[in-house]
């Protein structure tokens, strides 16, 4: 992808971290944690590829992160 397809998909991704915050305030925990971990998995990604000097771990600790939070999220036994 272009530079410039990346930086469309960051307002999505913004829109998908706000979406999962607010449903994880509201209560849907399993749903709010998925869209906030697709969102910022998102992100951190457009970021990586538009940063000049790209470090691995940069873009490999924040996706791990939303990986395990999707993770967790996916296994909670009582989530709404």
Not at 53 to 69: A, D, S, T, Y
Request: charged share 10%; with cysteine; net charge positive.
């Amino acid at each position: 992808m272009t530079l410039t397809r990346l930086s469309n998909l960051r307002i999505p991704a913004l829109i998908l971290i706000v979406i999962g915050t607010a449903l994880g305030i509201i209560g849907s925990v399993r749903s709010g944690a998925v869209a906030l971990s697709l969102g910022t998995a998102t992100y951190v990604c457009i970021k990586f590829f538009q940063s000049v000097p790209r470090r691995r771990i940069e873009l490999i600790i924040p996706l791990g992160m939303c990986l395990v939070l999707a993770t967790v999220a996916l296994t909670l036994p009582h989530a709404k």
